[in-house]
């Protein structure tokens, strides 16, 4: 049996790769996998996301070991094979690159192969640049680039200080508190 994923990026609308991978691969080659496809480098702290339908996150795959909690499920990339946790045809996953910035790969198990085998992983369709791997905030700022932190970033700012009346703040006394500390 063969796993075949199409990857995307939110941040490159022509960015695209196709991975065929052995089910019984660890999640740590596909993302070895996944590093090699876009030309990434293999030092920044990653993690797969198992996603429903909705892409919400389900359960997090962690490069490395992260939970001390022995009560409590945890998956290791490279102690955790792909058909643990992946089974379905159309499931979806996603596969954090870059922390800082929660930026990401959508994926998705577009077939399953019956019938045939491999070993390893291959990239069997490449299309598009993909993005940046990080993100260096100094060089945006210094290139004009901009992270939206403008006037605008905390909301409208044609706001009616009327708005802010004492009634809008849930019966604050004169005082500025409407409970009393409690004392230790």
Same mark, same amino acid.
């Not at 991978?21 to 993690?47: C, R, V, W």
């Not at 919400?56 to 909690?69: A, Q, W």
């Not at 004009?144 to 708005?163: A, I, K, R, V």
């Given at each position: 049996?063969?796993?075949?994923? @199409? ?18 691969? @660890? ?18 702290? @990653? ?138």
């Amino acid at each position: 049996m063969i796993y075949r994923f @199409t990857i995307i990026s939110d941040e490159v609308d022509d960015f695209i790769r196709e991975i065929q991978i052995d089910p019984e691969a @660890t999640f740590y080659d596909f993302h070895e996998a996944i590093l090699k496809s876009a030309g990434y480098a293999n030092d920044q702290m @990653t993690s797969f996301f198992i996603c429903d339908d909705d892409w919400e996150k389900e359960k997090e795959i962690t490069l490395e070991e992260m939970d001390d909690n022995p009560e409590m499920d945890s998956w290791v990339m490279k102690e955790t094979q792909l058909s643990e946790l992946v089974e379905d045809e159309k499931q979806k996953l996603l596969s954090v690159f870059y922390y800082m910035t929660e930026r990401c790969f959508f994926i998705e198990l577009s077939e399953i192969i019956t019938g045939k085998e491999m070993k390893g992983a291959k990239c069997t369709k490449k299309a598009g640049e993909a993005p940046k791997q990080t993100v260096d905030f100094e060089e945006m700022a210094a290139a004009g680039g901009s992270l939206d932190l403008d006037e605008n970033f905390y909301g409208d700012q044609d706001f009616d200080m009327e708005d802010f009346d004492k009634e809008g703040f849930g019966g604050l006394d004169e005082a500025g508190s409407s409970f009393e500390e409690e004392k230790y």
